[in-house]
Nanobody, 114 residues
Framework: QVQLVESGGGLVPAGGSLTLSCTAS????????MSWYRQAPGQEREKVAF????????VHADAVQGRFTISRDNFRNTLYLRMNSLKPEDTAVYYC???????WGQGTQVTVSS
């Protein structure tokens, strides 16, 4: 059974930092690219960052470039999103996504206060 479980969300003041984790099970984690997405209230889900299966290459959305870093530990079957210099506009539910088999976690809430 494919499962993705996010954790690490919470309430943080503007300028603060958080690290999200996504623990995978039920598939070969090291064989698939992974992504982080986010969805703010009333808005469409948007891709935040992408990482290849080996972690050798990453892509970050312009809105988070230089502040967020996606990474992975294939021995621990875990995906990470380090978020620095958080802004109120980063407030959203954050989801991890496996590309193959395509699957999504349940999401973790990140709230940045001004």
């Amino acid at each position: 059974q494919v499962q993705l479980v996010e954790s690490g969300g919470g309430l943080v003041p503007a300028g603060g930092s958080l690290t999200l984790s996504c623990t995978a099970s039920g598939f070969t984690f090291s064989s698939t690219p992974m992504s982080w997405y986010r969805q703010a209230p009333g808005q469409e889900r948007e891709k935040v960052a992408f990482i290849t299966s080996t972690g050798a290459a990453t892509v970050h959305a312009d809105a988070v470039q230089g502040r967020f870093t996606i990474s992975r530990d294939n021995f621990r079957n875990t995906l990470y999103l380090r978020m620095n210099s958080l802004k109120p506009e980063d407030t959203a539910v954050y989801y991890c996504r496996a590309h193959s088999p395509e699957s999504w976690g349940q999401g973790t809430q990140v709230t940045v206060s001004s």
